[in-house]
């Protein structure tokens, strides 16, 4: 790919961002519904105005800095955020003003990233020191968390509530993307038979049975089976594509699989899930309550949807963290869920090519990685919503309610678009 | 080497996301429906206290029922009450929809969901002004409050149907209920022995006596139409496996018309095990006896019983309309709208038309032919038949001054005290503009109960 130093296409796609935006916006205007009604023609103006500005000023700032990265990347996920700064403003209008905040924290934790950080190959040199980071965070969390929304997995600052989660992450990724470069010669090798399955060899099994260890404290001890799904699947993502054998894949979906197992047997929260999973119908009123109004949303909303503003997605508890998605496919339909998962499709696209143009295998790895964790969260709340997988709370990235979640998809972009800039 | 595991690992990904966009395609497009209309689904509710729900008008435009806004709640009205609440049913949030309100429920909310599960419905609300449709009915209301007022503190249950088309123009049952008390008035109407919840006229089943010999001669005269010229000798009784059915009032030489005037026990007996069980239920069958009867509301299904349970005692007894033989009162009014309409059967109809808020026709009724139980020939003897029996017969109450009116009275035996008084019969003769069916329980002789309220009913329509 050849980049041209002025950001053309960045600058023509933001036209259609813009748009969309605004569309948006009028929309719940014209339908009174939200706070964009509520404040009136004048602050929904200004709202908007200054949104398209911050937009705006992110791509006129890159394009002075001649950032050389990724073109499409910004567009899709400011897509993904005007998405989720109207369905917020439409769901939960005392939320809008924070989430519009945290948007700007994620801009500017963006902007410095991609600033400060001249040569992400640097990452690879403090690997230890990640895993020694990402410890005390999730220790952290597990003495001093507080409890929403059935997980433990919060630390109060006073000001805000922070979710140490959504930090580890991508430390995690960069973590085992160097960790995985440089043992990749070792682990590719030795393996052994075990009944006739390919098993690794007892000194290469270190690392996994770490990163297993590791899931399964979030799960026990945070109630966070969301989270540790997604470190998990995105750990075997990494080594797969490092070393490229299923046997890494097989026996760590095991080791997972006998892990929550146990968790089935021994934790009665960890059933009442699966149970629920299994048929939300036993208990309407009840522990199905959830997810059954989330498929109601879903079918409620048919192909084309009610339009925007015109649903009933509050009757869905959680509805702006969790169930984002319901919300959206009820009142846009099945058309504009299947266009915001596409969205997504092309954000993954890019990234895989940028993984693929990487000149390091760090790079490489750590452009796969982060493109995986973003596909394998999206992946696990779509799947959440619509009862295809059992409901495990986390965010959709970009779009959800939280600020947590938002300043670190920001943070994994700006990664992203500085290994494109090398490329 | 990596290259080709990221695109792997790609592959696969973008897979799962395809897995995910045909999973929703399954729950937005074909479980929609199912969805969104789950009754713990609360957005149609959300959505109908919204709306403004549509009427039901009768075919002169008198509203039967009506939401009228006050105080910001919507509140409907049915300014009938009592005289339509059969029809028209309830709407309650505690005890549901019943009657038209229910079966019109989406017509009248304006809310379509197609069944490829359209999920737009909010919006084509939105474009009609947040208005349902109106339901228009072929019922007279005024008419229908005169026989109404006609039944008196009697109960029993008046039908008058147009026989060309099959468009219901009365539909009485009495007692009724008024839709607006239903919530103050539930625990009542439920326990009242007078059951006023049932619509008698759809679905009250009753021995239709000797209406049923209109039936009974239809059978003989398909199957040997000489018998019209037949004559016979009634004795004034007839005996049947040792059991004597009394006919004290048509005694003598009669022929088949004279029979059917004076309503003779003798003849008919004769005439159905002359006919024999299976052609007679045939025939029955034919009129609709013992089938289901459609109808925009709930209809009960006419009894006869098998012909191979039949014994020759209850074959003589079901020809004269006792035995085990129930009819509904529409039953019977399809029966002589029928005979009326040269033998083609019109399917019975309530309503002519849903109409949108702009005044739109959005459906509209169509006549349809849903039985032939009689040849033109056979239907054009038993016209006459009838005709004699009201011009100088059992009928006489029924007829109306420069009219033919033709018409079968019955008085049916019943197990709960005096006989039910029936009627039935079309007018004018040549050219049938209505028929009815009249019943009034434990009225005694159908002549001088029912067929007065039938010939008021016919009266007033032709005089339309």
Known sequence: M?????????????????????????????????????????????????????????HLLLEKWKFRGDQFLFPLTSMLSAAGLVMILRLKPDYAMRQFVWLFVGLAAFLVTVRLL???KRLEDYKYIYVLAALILLLGTILFGVEAGGARSWIDLGVARFQPSEIVKIILVIFLASYLEDKKEVLTVGTRNLWGIPVPGLQYVGPLLVMWGFSLVLLIFQKDLGTALIFFGTFLVMIYISTGRWSYVFFGSFLFGLGATACYFLFSHVRV????????????????????????????????????????????????????????????????????????????????????????????????????????????????????????????????????????????LALLMRISAEG | MMNRNIVIIAGIIMAAFFINIVYLTYLQVFRSDELLNHPRNRRLQILEEQILRGKIIDSRDRVLAETVISEETGKRIYPYGEITGNLTGYLSRKLGRWGLEAVYNRELLGVYSTPGGDGSWALKMLDKGKAGNDIVLSLDAELQKKAYNMLGSRKGAVVALEPGTGRILVMVSKPGFDPGQIESQWEMLRADPDSPLLNRAAQGLYPPGSTMKVVTAAGILGEKPETANRIFDAPGYIEVEGRRIEDSLAKGRLNLAEAMARSSNYVFALLGMELGAAKFVDTAHGFGIGRELPLETATAMSRIPEAGEMSQLELAETAIGQGRLLVTPLNMAVVAAAVANDGRGMKPSLVDEVRGPGGGVLRAFKAEQFLTPVSAETA???????????????????????????????SAENPHGSAHAWFIGFAPAENPKVAVAVVVENGGAGGTEAAPIAREIMKEVIRQ
């Open chain 1, 2 to 58: 050849m980049y041209s130093g002025t950001r053309g296409h960045e600058r023509a796609l933001f036209i259609y961002v813009i748009l969309f935006f605004w569309l948006g916006l009028f929309s719940l205007l014209g339908t009174g519904n939200g706070t964009v009604a509520a404040a009136g023609i004048k602050q929904s103006l200004l709202f908007g105005g200054v949104v398209s500005l911050g937009l705006i000023t992110v």
């Open chain 1, 118 to 120: 001249q040569n992400y």
């Open chain 1, 273 to 412: 899930r699966v149970a629920i999973w299994l048929n939300p119908w036993a208990d309407i009123e009840g522990r199905g309550y959830q997810i059954i109004q989330s498929l109601f949303a879903l079918g409620s909303g048919g192909a084309f949807g009610t339009g925007i503003g015109l649903g009933q997605p509050n009757l869905i508890p959680a509805v702006h963290t969790d169930f984002v998605f319901s919300a959206w496919s009820e009142e846009t339909g099945l058309v504009g869920a299947i266009a915001i998962l596409i969205i997504y499709c092309f954000i993954i696209y890019r990234g895989f090519r940028i993984a693929l143009a990487a000149q390091t295998g760090f790079g490489a790895l750590l452009a796969a990685g982060l493109t995986s964790l973003l596909a394998v969260q999206t992946l696990v709340i779509v799947g959440g919503v619509t009862k295809l997988l059992p409901l495990t709370g986390v965010t959709l990235p970009f779009v959800s309610y939280g600020g947590s979640s938002l300043v670190s998809s920001y943070i994994m």
């Open chain 2, 380 to 410: 054009g003897i038993l016209r006459d038949l009838m005709v004699a029996a009201v011009a100088n017969g059992t009928g006489r109450a029924a007829s109306i001054p420069g009219v033919q009116v033709a018409g079968k009275t019955g």
